[in-house]
């Protein structure tokens, strides 16, 4: 038996682009990662501004957590028409002393869930997009906490 798969029409598609980036636009992908870092372990993790002058009233901060999206989207895990697509999303954290210029741990987190074509992904205003996003940064989060936490001897 041969099973034939019809491909998205062009107007699909291109309806579906607009979805996709408010998703990732209304995720806020960096801000979801650094809340959960302070959510999972607020004797380590503080949020700082841009300098370090407004570091909270009593607390040493030894090291700054820089984070950057290396990349994020939904790729084809099959060849052929209207493939399934999977989320990927790629962290960069990156921990530096604050005390001299020396980069103390530099982490890539990476999560990639499976999914279904983009149809699926696209429904109701990308509800599932938006999940597995939501999912892939509290996941990512978690990583680079241990990572961090396991790396570095920072009292707690």
């Known amino acids: 038996t041969v099973q034939a ?5 062009t107007s699909v ?7 996709l980036r408010n998703a990732i636009d209304d995720m806020a992908v960096l801000g979801t990662v650094r809340d ?8 380590r993790f503080v949020v700082l501004e841009e300098d370090l002058a407004g570091r909270p009233e009593g607390q040493a901060v030894d090291a700054r957590l820089d984070l950057s999206v290396e990349g994020i989207g939904l790729f084809g895990v099959e060849g052929g028409v209207n493939p ?7 962290v960069q954290a990156q921990l530096a002393s ?16 499976p999914g279904g074509r983009l149809t699926s992904w696209t429904a109701n205003d990308g509800h599932r997009l938006r999940e597995e996003l939501h999912r892939a940064t509290v996941g990512i989060a978690e ?4 990572d961090v936490c396991a790396t570095c001897e920072v009292p707690q």
Do not use: D, F
Request: no cysteine.
């Open 36 to 43: 959960q870092l302070v959510k999972v372990n607020p004797s």
């Open 5 to 9: 798969i019809r491909a998205e029409p």
């Open 98 to 113: 604050v005390r001299e210029p020396r980069v103390l741990l530099v982490l890539r987190e990476r999560w990639e869930r």
């Open 84 to 90: 399934r697509l999977a989320l990927v999303l790629t």
């Open 143 to 146: 990583k680079i906490a241990a």
């Open 13 to 19: 598609i291109e309806g579906a682009l607009p979805l």
